[in-house]
């Protein structure tokens, strides 16, 4: 089973800022890999796929790049609502699986 | 709109059985594939099960093989998942997740609302 490890588990950043969140697999992946973003109550909201497109309506603030084993999603300026958990998702090898998750939080 | 609503869940007793649905509109459904995702409280996400547009394929987590049977039924845009031999550590809230595009394994780009699985004596 591929690992995906994120870090860090907790990022603080101050509204306005540039976040940046890593994702390592622990074998290469190609470029299938995902973003999702989880609010608390929510079901996760898909961010990014195949590594780097966003998904329909992403603001452009979000960006996300890397292949093989390296993973990095930037969030250029931060607003309020992007406060929240994010993961990263494999499904390069069976089974799919998800990193630990980084909690994004205000600092 | 595409949406995907859930029903079932609850209370069960170790070792009992439950099943969830997955009400689907708002796309093709029997184009697509379909997968459940569990969440336990306070925990990340954890794969579970797959099945392929037609019903034909199915997979299964090695944490719930042999006690989850997934399925579908295309004529009803509704995606099912029995689960038997229940245990403490598959308490967890349970999403239908829609594949963005074709194919089975790949990003989810619609989920269902969960539902939250607690199984307890």
């Known amino acids: 089973e591929i690992e995906m490890t994120q870090s860090p588990a907790t990022l603080s950043v101050s509204p306005g800022e540039r976040a940046t969140l890593s994702c390592r697999a622990s074998?290469?992946?190609?470029?299938?890999v995902a973003w999702y973003q989880q609010k608390p109550g929510q079901a996760p909201r898909l961010l990014i796929y195949g590594a780097s497109t966003r998904a329909t309506g992403l603001p452009a603030r979000f960006s996300a790049s890397g292949s093989g084993t390296e993973f990095t999603l930037t969030i250029s300026s931060l607003q309020s609502e992007d406060f929240a958990v994010y993961y990263c998702q494999q499904w390069h090898h069976w089974p799919q699986t998800f990193g630990q998750g980084t909690k994004l939080e205000i600092k | 709109e595409v949406q995907l609503v859930q029903s079932g869940g609850g209370l069960v007793q170790p070792g009992g059985s439950l099943r969830l649905s997955c009400s689907a509109s708002?796309?093709?459904?029997?184009?697509?594939?379909l997968h459940w995702v569990r969440q336990a409280p306070g925990k990340g996400l954890e794969y579970v099960s797959a099945i392929s547009n037609n019903g034909g394929l199915t997979y299964y987590a090695d944490s719930v093989k042999g006690r989850f049977t997934i399925s579908r039924d295309n004529s009803k845009n509704t995606l099912y998942v029995e689960m038997s031999s229940l245990r403490a550590e598959d308490t967890a809230v349970y999403y239908c997740?829609?594949?963005?595009?074709?194919?089975?394994?790949?990003?989810?780009?619609?989920w269902g609302q969960g539902t939250l699985v607690t199984v307890s004596s």
């Open positions: 708002g796309f093709s459904f029997s184009d697509y594939a």
């Open positions: 074998q290469s992946v190609s470029n299938n």
């Open positions: 997740v829609k594949r963005e595009g074709l194919g089975i394994p790949g990003p989810f780009d619609c």
